[in-house]
């Protein structure tokens, strides 16, 4: 879809009915925007990923879905096959690798959670343009 960009989006509340808190709900919104724009996921895992965002869909209503649980099932059946015929130095560097990934994913979420939630009061804003400044005068 080339006007996804363009559309609404739903927010981490939207997503309340199927998750258990605030955090997994914008872990979902997160992962949800990953399916939506990665080219590699394509087919109907990204349409479903589009339409959830967009609110045409109902999360609770795409994993109710069999055409889009049956995406689900046929990506993940796939990822296993490809795991299955892996060596063994390649097991050992897709572990590295997803180490790696995790480790920046926990820290960005860190990071995105203290901003998120952390004090307002400590927020530092850069100086404001407009009203009083030097180009007001004249």
Sequence with gaps: MSGAGNERQIQEEDLMDVAQDREQAHRLRKALQTLATNPNVGGKLQEMAQ???SGRIGMKDAIQSEEYMGAIGDRMNEMRRAAENQTQAEREASREQFAKWQKEQEEQEAQERAERDGPSGAIVT???GGRGGASHRN
């Design 126 to 128: 850069g100086r404001r």
């Design 51 to 53: 339409e959830v965002l």
